[in-house]
């Protein structure tokens, strides 16, 4: 059997939401093993300190603001991207808002917000991209998370949205297959550092409730979930599609509800129509 080597020197790598925690971590990944690399956020400013933080990696890297709400915005990052590095290899969409609210303390405004970043925004970057993917051969990696198939209180809004992302990868699985595209999802857990952790579990004695319920008894790192990306848009994954691919320790094994769970009854909680 002939030895499968990976390597991303003429992979070209598109990251929605590339620009801070878990994405970045992403992007950062797949700079340090030589692909050239696009990131999109809505600040410029996060951007342009990302873009700067992958060439001093000595990545090919450049950078656009747009929010996923906006498909022409969406479109027209990609298409510079596609104008800079050609056909986009491999895609990562993982743009999400997110904030611990009751179904009965939000707004529909609110309920909304997140379901148009998580839900909304992950099929406009989809769908503007396709064109502009490798046929055969790109990848696509949606970042969702345990919300998907786990009920979580205070949660009601991203468990919809994510659950959806997560049917949309498998649906698109199918339909892109014959273009000889793949396409999974991948879940992270507990990530030390990452906004998301910040808004759910802000207080010291929520984070032991946390660290206590992953068997792997330790917090997950941003190159955790990378590690994951770069497994599945490689030759090792090749026969890999529509999956729903967890890296989190086991949390999702139970305890990330008993965590939510535990932590509900003094998590602040919004009823603001912007998940921010």
């Known amino acids: 059997m002939a030895r499968v080597t990976v390597d991303f020197s003429e992979t070209t790598v598109f990251v929605a939401g590339g620009t801070s925690g878990i994405n970045f971590g992403i992007a950062e990944a797949f700079a340090t093993a030589g692909a050239r690399v696009a990131v999109m956020s809505r600040s410029k400013e996060k951007v342009d300190a990302a873009v700067a933080r992958l060439q001093a990696l000595g990545a090919p890297a450049i950078g656009g603001a747009a929010d996923v709400r906006d498909p022409e915005a969406t479109r027209a990052v990609l298409e510079l991207a596609h104008k ?8 990562v969409s993982g743009a999400a808002g997110n904030f611990p609210a009751a179904a009965l303390d939000m707004s529909p405004n609110a309920f909304r917000s997140v379901v ?94 946390v ?49 939510m769970a535990a932590s509900s009854a003094v998590l602040p909680t919004r009823s603001d129509d912007d998940s921010g």
Request: proline share 7%; glycine share 10%.
């Open 211 to 259: 660290l206590s319920t992953v068997p792997a008894a330790r917090w997950g790192q941003p190159r955790d979930v990378a590690n994951v990306c770069l497994f599945l848009a490689s030759p090792l994954a090749d026969y890999v599609t529509g999956v729903v691919l967890a890296a989190d320790g086991g949390w999702s094994l139970g305890g990330a509800i008993t965590a």
């Open 116 to 209: 148009d970043i998580d839900l909304l925004g992950s099929y406009h970057v989809l769908r503007a991209a396709y064109p502009l993917l490798r046929k055969p051969g790109a990848v696509v990696i949606n970042v969702s998370a345990p919300q998907a198939f786990l009920p979580m209180p205070l949660q009601s809004h991203v468990c919809a949205a994510k659950a959806g992302v997560d049917m949309m990868t498998r649906v698109l699985a199918i339909e892109w297959g014959g273009d000889g595209i793949r396409i999974n999802s991948v879940v992270p857990g507990a990530i030390e550092g990452t906004e998301g952790m910040d808004r759910l579990f802000p207080m010291p004695e929520a984070r032991q409730v």
């Open 84 to 91: 800079a590095f050609g056909d986009i290899d491999v895609l």
